[in-house]
């Protein structure tokens, strides 16, 4: 696959999925936005990147602020003209409790970042990728989009919600030249799942998780970046509105 000339936003790509994901959109020769709220790692990734020969810039952006989403995109657009990929992918877990037990604030905290994130992004890219006639766009949902998750209530409500707005939206824009997808990783090994925390939480926890697994292993990041790239080129050019399981099997 190749992504020459392609100008291409990512968000939450200081880290994990998001960075791996730019790392390989930059190996196939796009120009790749970093975005993150955190800065020491979206520059990290730029580096990493410039030091391969590829092409980045960071742009900070907490994608639970419109107006710091709006500067996200004006800036993108300012430096590059368009936009022709973006990957909404910046997402928080949110805390580890049964539905009685949720404090209000930690609800609003997963569905701003995860959910209304995903929908300032998308809206605004929208706009742009009207006006230069086409785009694509990939939003980081996740299993817990498509089945429920014991303990994990308002991830799996806003990654419901990811799996709405891409469904929704795709068919909105499919005669516009714009197609809109979602993926669905499971347990995938980054520092928002990390085996060796979850063993200290609770002794032979990432085993059990693995054994619910049809192929017995989690996910890489480099799987998950695989089938992004994937939704963004031309190879998928029929695909619009899936809602992709990357899992291992898990959802079958
Ligand atoms: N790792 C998994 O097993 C897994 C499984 C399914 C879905 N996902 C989803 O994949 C996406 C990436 O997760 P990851 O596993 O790579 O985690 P990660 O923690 O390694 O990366 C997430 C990145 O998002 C950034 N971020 C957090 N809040 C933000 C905000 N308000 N504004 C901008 N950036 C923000 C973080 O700084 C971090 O760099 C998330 O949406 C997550 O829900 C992960």
């Given at each position: 696959m190749e992504f020459s000339n392609k100008i291409i936003l990512i968000t939450g790509?200081?880290?994990?999925i998001g960075r791996v994901t730019a790392f390989e959109f930059a190996k196939a020769g796009g120009t790749v936005i970093v975005s993150d709220i955190n800065e020491k790692g979206g520059q990290e990734t730029v580096q990493q990147i410039e030091a391969e020969g590829g092409k980045a810039i960071f742009i900070k952006a907490n994608v639970a602020k419109y107006e710091e989403v709006e500067s996200l995109i004006h800036t993108t657009i300012s430096k590059f003209?368009?936009?022709?990929i973006a990957v909404n992918n910046a997402g928080i877990g949110g805390s580890y409790a049964r539905a009685a037990d949720i404090s209000p604030p930690d609800w609003d905290k997963v569905m701003a970042i995860n959910a209304s994130g995903v929908f300032y992004c998308m809206k605004l890219e929208l706009q742009q990728m009207q006006k230069q006639q086409g785009g694509v766009i990939v939003n980081t949902a996740s299993v817990a989009g498509l089945k429920g998750l014991p303990n994990s209530l308002p991830y799996v409500a806003s990654k419901h919600a990811v799996v709405g707005m891409t469904k929704t939206a795709a068919m909105e824009y499919a005669r516009k030249n714009i197609r809109i997808n979602a993926i669905c990783p499971a347990f995938t090994v980054t520092p928002l799942f990390d085996p060796e925390v979850m063993d200290d939480f609770s002794a032979g926890l990432s085993d059990k998780l693995k054994a619910a697994i049809p192929m017995r292993r989690f996910g890489t990041t480099l799987e998950i970046a695989n089938a992004i790239l994937w939704l963004c080129?031309?190879?998928?050019?029929?695909?619009?509105g899936l809602a992709l399981p990357i899992d291992g099997g898990i959802t079958a």
């Open positions: 790509a200081g880290s994990g003209e368009r936009i022709d080129s031309d190879k998928s050019s029929f695909v619009t």
